[in-house]
């Protein structure tokens, strides 16, 4: 890690109140998109926000744009990495895990290692965090999984990320009853205007937005904003756990 690990699990837990101020609150895939506005988000609350990601040099971008977050690589889909990476954190209030492959293509031509790298990160990746972080949640702390539409609307080309995401909701809902009485709630983000969809050209990308604008009732995408807010609606409400959280502009509608 970039800085040192605040003191062990002895401090009073912010979350008990709901509040941030003050909390630990861990964002694995917090270098882009959706993990970065909740890292950024958290912050600004008040958290003591620990980022994790793959890439070492968008954790010293991510650190030079958020004051006085602590940084520390991550591979969601190496157990012996993400054991490493939750050793040097002694105590949490709250975990977020957001890091996630897309696997695009028909069934007859998508590549077995697409679809191998969109369950490793979504499926396998969020559980080996909730393994190596859930016993070090405080008993009033939380965790927020993130999920993307594709599990709950129907597109052509994204058989593999539906089943994934999909998984996540449910994955999410069982561990709301397995860790109990610390909570466990699933945020599914709709069309958000992330890195992920850089491996579009950029015409094609902005036809995407376009026409997916058009169809949905807010008359706009998302953006990684609209997802962070609800994430920290989660990590502050003690009294939902379970939830599957549709953040989409009514694009499921």
């Known amino acids: 890690m970039s800085a040192s690990p605040a003191s062990p699990a002895t401090h009073a837990?912010?979350?008990?109140?709901g509040g941030l101020s003050g909390a630990r609150v861990v964002v694995i895939g917090g270098s882009s998109g959706i993990g970065k506005a909740v890292a950024r988000q958290a912050a600004a609350?008040?958290?003591?926000?620990v980022v994790g990601s793959r890439s070492q040099d968008r954790l010293e971008q991510t650190a030079k744009e958020i004051d006085?977050?602590?940084t520390g690589?991550?591979?969601?889909?190496d157990e012996d990495s993400v054991r490493a990476f939750f050793a040097d954190i002694d105590a949490l209030d709250h975990l977020v895990v957001c890091p996630g492959d897309m696997a695009v293509g028909s069934v007859y031509d998508v590549s077995l290692d697409a679809v191998r790298a969109a369950l490793d990160t979504k499926i396998v990746g969020q559980l080996l965090s909730v393994r190596h972080a859930g016993k070090k949640i405080s008993g009033a702390g939380s965790i927020v999984l993130i999920a993307?539409?594709?599990?709950y609307k129907s597109y052509a080309d994204m058989s593999a990320t539906a089943a994934a995401n999909a998984g996540i909701g449910g994955m999410g809902r069982s561990l709301a009853v397995e860790l109990a009485p610390v909570r466990v709630n699933v945020v599914v983000g709709g069309m958000i205007d992330t890195p992920l969809w850089d491996f579009l050209p950029e015409d094609a990308r902005a036809g995407l937005?376009?026409?997916t604008a058009r169809s949905t009732p807010v008359g706009r995408v998302g953006r990684?904003?609209?997802v962070a807010a609800s994430v920290l609606h989660l990590l502050e409400n003690t009294f939902v756990t379970g939830a599957v959280l549709h953040v989409d502009g009514g694009g499921t509608l």
Do not use: H
């Not at 837990?13 to 109140?17: F, G, L, M």
């Not at 993307?148 to 599990?151: H, L, T």
């Open 224 to 226: 990684p904003d609209d």
């Open 209 to 211: 937005f376009e026409q």
């Open 45 to 49: 609350a008040g958290a003591r926000v």
């Open 13 to 17: 837990s912010p979350a008990a109140s």
């Open 68 to 70: 006085g977050i602590t």
């Open 148 to 151: 993307g539409a594709a599990g």
């Open 73 to 77: 690589v991550v591979d969601v889909t």
